[in-house]
């Protein structure tokens, strides 16, 4: 969908046009006017990367975004509504097809371990997001958080990653979808599923069903935000009155000799498990999106994002015990466990009902998803690192058409062709840097601020974040590497701890929350860095190579479109500010701090 414009007639009239795509709504900064000024942009690739990668937007930039949008979204919800976002955009695919994968091959009964340590680090990082998304609260989530507080190339880096957690997760989702309304109709899960001999194996299963599903649910997002809110609140009771269903009757047929033994891989299968589960988690960062479109955002965003990873967790939990209460670990079914379970133990009219409510639970992540992730895409294009064509907010709907319209078209892509198996690694990788840098973006807004703190203070937090994600490595590296040794953590834990009270102790904080903060800082972010990172650990070497290839197309993008755009947008905002240049000692680009608490510094500002 094009942005409308205005043309005047000969007469002197006005007639619209819409639905017409121009170059200036996709490239419309000056280094594209024309092949000239591109080349001459190129050539200075090299300076323009510097300055973008030393360079640190401000909470006032971010909120000025919101002006390119055209139209203002509409504020509509309340802590309520996000919890229920928060439960719908999470409690789905994962917990209905990877409990069964997991606790077969990996974890056994103590799956629901897993599902603790999982459950754990998301709410590390659930709090994290919270005081972001009060202070700056904008769609842009932690795409704008980073670009605040760690830079524009991490930031832009991290969007990429945030892009294709969505488009992977809600592809992962819309083919679960397919499996169980299988399953519902008493077929086989692939019953629906095309096999196509020439494409590559993992690739060669095309799920038709899958495609219908996202455009359906791309329709519904794109009408109302308010009216997204209301169907994920209804299909989010049937799906939690399933849940309660499972779980009691599920109970009711348990036998205490299946959790025996209760950890027959060992620790190392826990955490493996616990990395590929985290993939049941994904999903709360969409809440913090919606921080633009929330009454209070105060309010509203601690209760509704804690408050919603609390329940989830503790629901996962008891669906895991459940599961492994029903049937020995051996016994359980890696594509429809809950199903299966209840078929074995003479219950087979329940898998109707189980199906049920899974589709219930997928049909509202990928509503919930579908609604988060084109609230990315507006706020990245906002600051003209994508085409600004996608930022464009519709008048009469007040939701992101064209983002959400060209995310769900991905994601249906996707879906057509991949199976779930490739997606949930490649997903979790994703997701755990993300989290990790919010985190780490956290521990550089409390402890740094641009002419506040002293370069004597700034060299030490320098340090101690290096010794934190350093250690947190070389613990993940080891558990990888060293099945049975211990060594190794006697001297990177130790490294971790020091480093954390470093911080504590020795660095005062350079700002302090006005609305929300997180508790026990640098503790918790600290923490979750650690466990974050530990979790990265447990992955598959392939998943990493195509995380690496993914990260190397963002790069080759963003150097020869991203940067040139960002770096021209950046430079009119600040001149249409009327900011002068007041070089900072060590870098030599413009910095402007208006107070001491708050630095209110052009796009274009390094610090």
């Known amino acids: 969908m094009g942005i409308e414009s205005e043309v005047p007639e000969s007469g002197g009239g006005i007639r619209r046009r819409n639905c ?5 709504d996709f490239l419309p900064e000056e280094s594209f006017k024309s092949w000239g000024n591109y080349a001459n942009a190129l050539r200075q690739t090299p300076t323009r990367l510097i300055e973008r990668a030393l360079t640190r937007s401000s909470d006032e930039a971010e909120l ?5 949008s055209h139209h203002e979204m509409k ?5 309520w509504d996000l919890i229920w976002f928060g439960m719908g955009a999470v409690i789905g695919a994962g917990i209905f097809v990877l409990t069964g994968l997991e606790a077969s091959q990996d974890a056994g009964p103590a799956v629901v371990l897993s599902y603790a340590v999982s459950g754990v680090s ?4 659930v709090f994290c997001y919270t005081e972001f998304a009060v202070e700056i609260p904008v769609a842009g989530g932690s795409f704008a958080y980073l670009r605040v507080e760690l830079g524009d190339f991490v930031a832009f880096i991290a969007a ?4 294709l957690e969505y488009v992977i997760g809600g592809a992962a989702v819309a083919r679960s979808w397919t499996s169980y309304f299988a399953t519902l109709l008493n077929f086989k899960s692939d019953k629906f599923l095309i096999t196509a001999h020439g494409l590559a194996k993992g690739y060669n299963q095309l799920d038709p069903i899958a495609v219908a599903v996202c455009f359906i649910i791309c329709i519904i997002a794109i009408r109302s935000t308010k009216g997204s809110s209301r169907l994920n609140y209804v299909a989010s009771i049937i799906h939690i009155v399933v849940i309660v269903f499972i779980i009691i009757c599920g109970l009711i047929k348990a036998d205490t000799k299946n959790y025996t033994p209760f950890t027959p891989f060992g620790a190392r299968g826990i955490f493996k498990a616990s990395a590929v589960l985290f993939f049941a988690y994904v999903g709360f960062d969409a809440v913090s999106t919606m921080a633009e479109e929330t009454k209070d955002p105060a309010r509203d965003i601690p209760i509704g994002l804690v408050g919603s990873m609390v329940i989830t967790t503790t629901v996962y939990c008891l669906l895991a015990i459940t599961l492994c209460l029903m049937q020995p670990y051996q016994s359980i079914d890696p594509h429809a466990p809950f199903s299966v379970a209840f078929k074995a133990v003479g219950w087979s009219w329940a898998q109707y009902i189980v199906a049920a409510g899974a589709l219930k639970g997928m049909t509202s992540v990928l509503l919930v998803g579908a609604v988060g992730q084109a609230r990315y895409l507006t706020h990245i294009a906002r600051t003209h690192m994508m085409p600004p064509w ?4 519709d008048e009469k709907t007040g939701t992101p058409v064209n983002a959400t319209a060209v995310m769900m078209s991905a994601t249906a892509i996707i879906a057509f062709f991949t199976k779930l198996e490739i997606l949930s690694n490649l ?3 994703s997701t755990l840097f993300i989290f990790m840098l919010v985190a780490l973006a956290l521990l550089v807004r409390r402890y740094y601020v641009s002419g506040v703190t002293t370069d004597a203070n700034r060299n030490k937090l320098i340090i101690c974040l290096l010794l934190i994600l350093g250690s947190s490595i070389a613990t993940a590296a080891y558990w990888g590497l060293s099945e049975k040794g211990w060594i190794a953590y006697c001297f990177t834990l130790p490294i971790w701890f020091s480093a954390t009270a470093g911080i504590c102790i020795f660095i005062p904080q350079a700002r302090n929350p006005k609305l929300w903060g997180v508790p026990l800082v640098p503790w918790l972010p600290s923490l979750s860095i650690a466990i974050n990172i530990f979790l990265l650990g447990s992955i598959d070497k392939d998943s990493f190579i195509r995380f690496a290839g993914w990260t190397g197309f963002l790069l080759a993008y963003y150097f020869f479109f991203g940067l040139h755009a960002s770096y021209d947008t950046a430079k009119e905002f600040e001149k249409s500010k009327g900011w002068k240049n007041n070089i900072e000692e060590g870098n030599g680009t413009s910095n402007v701090v208006v107070s001491k608490d708050v630095p209110i510094a052009p796009v274009a500002s390094g610090n």
């Open 20 to 24: 017409v795509c121009t170059k200036d």
């Open 64 to 68: 000025e975004a919101k002006s390119r």
């Open 75 to 79: 504020k509509t919800l309340t802590w």
């Open 122 to 125: 998301a709410l590390l990082s």
């Open 160 to 163: 990429g990653n945030i892009l």
């Open 390 to 393: 996608f930022s464009y907010v």
């Open 427 to 429: 997903l979790s990788i």
